[in-house]
């Protein structure tokens, strides 16, 4: 346990050094600009692997980084991040060789509570065992079952009300904001190479069947309803109806790739 106090003087000195204010700023206030939800494993430490100082990230993480409804913690943590600390990203971060989605893809019951968190990542791969059932080798499955569960909690921040609001909110105030907030990312990590990488995913495109189903705020501009409702796209391009169908590559041209992930 000594360890632990003897390196964080370490730390401590090596902080100052780089940056003498440091601890005085952070005494005062915190302004992140990222809500970081990762998993809880030791592999995976937020700051570390994006090489940023205290202050920068508003964390939660938990086994297999699940955003789960009645998480009364984590969705407290959601709360906060967006409506008082009014954080510019959500990032949901997986990565491959996570031991609780290995465990979700075993027909063993690792008892409860475990067993129970579990059982969400089960759910997931329910919602794509056709893709999932055709791959054979077991290390790709359980790497394309670490970026499908990453898939899925993006959508489940979707589907919260304070995201939903905030992005309304921040639409109709567009003039004060450079693009609708939260953006979210999906984003997976590799404790193999060390690299964070986004998904290769269109969050667009899986957003879209699920609107009619979840969407709980629209805009009062009737126009940009589709573009901006509160599962809408984060970009601010101004579009015409004629222009719908080329959303993405507008988007592309306007907020880069990643952000196209990450709408
Ligand atoms: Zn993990």
Redesign the pocket.
């Known amino acids: 346990m000594n360890e632990l106090f003897w390196q964080n003087q370490q730390w401590r000195q090596t902080e100052m050094k780089k940056d003498p204010q440091i601890f005085k700023r952070l005494a005062s206030k915190q302004n992140p600009r990222y809500l970081w939800i990762g998993?809880?494993?030791s592999r995976?430490p937020p700051e570390t692997i994006c090489g940023l100082p205290p202050g920068s990230l508003f964390v939660t993480r938990n086994?297999?980084?699940v955003v789960n409804n009645i998480d009364v913690s984590l969705v407290s943590v959601v709360q906060y991040a967006v409506m008082v600390l009014k954080v510019e990203h959500i990032v949901i971060c997986?990565?491959y060789?996570?031991?609780?989605?290995a465990a979700a893809l075993e027909l063993t019951d690792h008892s409860a509570p475990l067993e129970n968190w579990l059982r969400s990542i089960r759910d997931v791969y329910r919602l794509h065992s056709v893709e999932l059932d055709r791959i054979k080798d077991k290390n790709s499955k359980w790497r394309r079952l670490?970026e499908l569960n990453v898939v899925e909690q993006a959508v489940n921040i979707y589907k919260t009300r304070f995201v939903q609001a905030r992005r309304v909110e921040t639409y109709q105030r567009r003039s004060e904001f450079a693009f609708i907030q939260p953006r979210i990312h999906p984003v997976v990590y590799d404790p193999a190479t060390g690299e964070l990488k986004p998904l290769d995913v269109e969050m667009h495109d899986v957003l879209q069947k699920l609107r009619p189903i979840y969407n709980l705020y629209k805009a009062t501009d009737d126009d940009d309803e589709l573009l901006f409702e509160g599962m809408g796209a984060s970009s601010m391009v101004p579009f015409e109806d004629d222009d719908f169908d080329d959303l993405d590559d507008d988007i592309g041209d306007n907020i880069g790739n990643v952000t196209v992930r990450s709408l």
């Open positions: 998993c809880a494993d995976v086994i297999a980084n997986g990565h060789n996570c031991g609780g989605v670490v």
